[in-house]
């Protein structure tokens, strides 16, 4: 298992531009793919993004297609969300996320999960 934990969260206004990160524990980070989800106030964890071993592939939500960015640092132990043009809806506490499987889109509660981060857009 592999421990993260997630920074970068804060609040913002629509349009506006947040970059979280996820530090992740232990030398066997380049044996897992990456993911970050997302769960609002009432509704359902979604996802959001996902990055593969090696960040050659990654593989986004339509929600968030052309927007959020995500890539990573096998060198810092670390996966990177860039989010763009924030809009209300974004709105949510945001995970990381660590599988051994990269899937396109990651689906259920497996693997190692962070605390989450909360990020707040304001209209």
């Known amino acids: 298992q592999v421990q993260l934990v997630e920074s970068g969260g804060g609040l913002v206004q629509a349009g506006g531009s947040l970059r979280l990160s996820c530090a992740a524990s232990g030398r066997t980070f380049i044996l897992y793919a990456m993911n970050w989800f997302r769960q609002a106030p009432g509704k359902e964890r979604e996802f959001v993004a996902a990055i593969n071993r090696s960040s050659g592939d990654t593989f986004y939500a339509d929600s968030v297609k052309g927007r959020f960015t995500i890539s990573r640092d096998n060198t810092e132990n670390a996966v990177y969300l860039q989010m763009n043009s924030l809009k209300p809806e974004d709105t949510a506490v945001y995970y990381c996320?660590?599988?051994?499987?990269?899937?396109?889109?990651?689906?259920?509660?497996?693997?190692?999960w962070g605390q989450g981060t909360q990020v707040t857009v304001s209209s």
């Open positions: 996320n660590a599988r051994r499987v990269f899937e396109t889109p990651p689906r259920g509660g497996l693997g190692s």
